[in-house]
C-alpha cells in the first residue's frame, strides 16, 4: 500500500514537474478579439481570416485571436476605446470621423484610435423590393427602410445619401434600426421595404435578399454630388451585379458611393501584439486573400490607404521593416 502511494506521489510530482517545465518553456499567450459585424456580412469572416494567419503562428508570437460578432463598425470603435476588445473593423469613414470628433463622437475626439490597415472596399447598397417601386433615392418618400442599427457604419451612410438629395430620414420616411443580419428576413417577410448595408460583395446578406420570394433590386444611388463635396471619405463605385443574379437588376450595373474598411485598434495594445498580426497577414496576403471573396482585390499598397488615425506603432515598425513606409 505504502508502495503503491509512493508510486501515485512519484507519479504526481513528475507529472507536476513536467507540466512546469513545459509552461515555461512555451510564450505567454496574450489572448485578442476582433469586433467584426454581423455574420452574413464581410467584416466577420475578415476577422476570422486575420485571426486563422495570426493563430498559425501562435507558438512563435504567443497571440491566440478570437473573433466576435458585433453591431459593426460603430460598437467596434467604441468598444476598442473601451477596452472591451482589442481590434476590430470599421469603414474609413467611421474611422475618420471617431479620430476627429464627428457624427456620432461630435465634440469627442477618440484621440487613442489606431490605424492598422486597410481592408476591401465597400459599398452603400440599398436593396429594396420590386413591389414597392422603389428606382431611386427619392423613391424611398413614405417607404419603411432599414437604415441601420446604431452601433453600424451603415446608419449615417444612408443618413448623408438621403440628405444630399433632400430627404429627411426622420421625417419623409419610416426609418427602421435593425441589425444588417435581420434585414434580408424583413424585406421578405414584407415587414420592411428595403435596406441599406454598406458592405464588401460579394456577400452573403445581399444574395439572401436577393434570392427569396419577394423580388429585390439594388438600388442606383445617384444625384449625390454635393455629398462628394462636402465629404471627402467618399468615392463613386459601383455593385458587380453578376454576384447576384438572382436580383431583379441582375443585369445593370449600380452605380453608388463607398470606401475601404479598415483594421482598427487602440494605441493601448502591445505593439508586439500589433507587430504579429500586421506582419503574418501581410506575410500571407495571398492565402489571406483566398479566404473570402471580397478580399480579392487587396494589395500591399492599397492596405496603407484611407487610415486617417495615426498608425499604430506596431504596425508601423513592420511597415519599415518591410520597405513599405520610408
Ligand atoms: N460596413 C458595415 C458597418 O460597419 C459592416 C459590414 C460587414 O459587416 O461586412 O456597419
Known sequence: MYKSLLAVMLGAGLLLGGMVSEAAAAVKTTFVTIGTGGITGVYYPTGGAIAKIVNAKKAQYGVRATVEATGASVFNINAIMKGDLEFGIAQADRQYQAYNGLAEWAGKPQKKLRAVFALAPEAVTFVAAEDAGIKSLKDAKGKRINIGNPGSGNRQNAIDVF?????????????????????????????????????????????????????????????????????????????????????ANANETVQTVGMLAT???????????????????????????????????????SMLEGLTAPLHPGAERYYREAGLLK
Open 163 to 247: 440628405n444630399a438629395v433632400g430627404i429627411d430620414v426622420e421625417k419623409d420616411l419610416h426609418a427602421e434600426g435593425i441589425k444588417a443580419a435581420d434585414a434580408p428576413r424583413m424585406v421578405q417577410d414584407d415587414r420592411i421595404d428595403g435596406f441599406f448595408y454598406t458592405v464588401g460583395h460579394p456577400n452573403g446578406n445581399i444574395k439572401e435578399a436577393t434570392a427569396g420570394k419577394r423580388k429585390c433590386r439594388i438600388v442606383s444611388i445617384t444625384d449625390i454630388e454635393p455629398l462628394l463635396k462636402q465629404f471627402p471619405y467618399y468615392s463613386l463605385t459601383t455593385i458587380d451585379m453578376k454576384n447576384y443574379p438572382e436580383a
Open 263 to 301: 483594421f482598427v485598434t487602440s494605441a493601448d495594445v502591445p505593439d508586439d501584439v500589433v507587430y504579429a498580426i500586421t506582419k503574418e497577414v501581410f506575410e500571407n496576403l495571398e492565402s489571406f486573400k483566398k479566404l473570402h471573396p471580397a478580399l480579392g482585390s487587396l494589395t500591399r499598397q
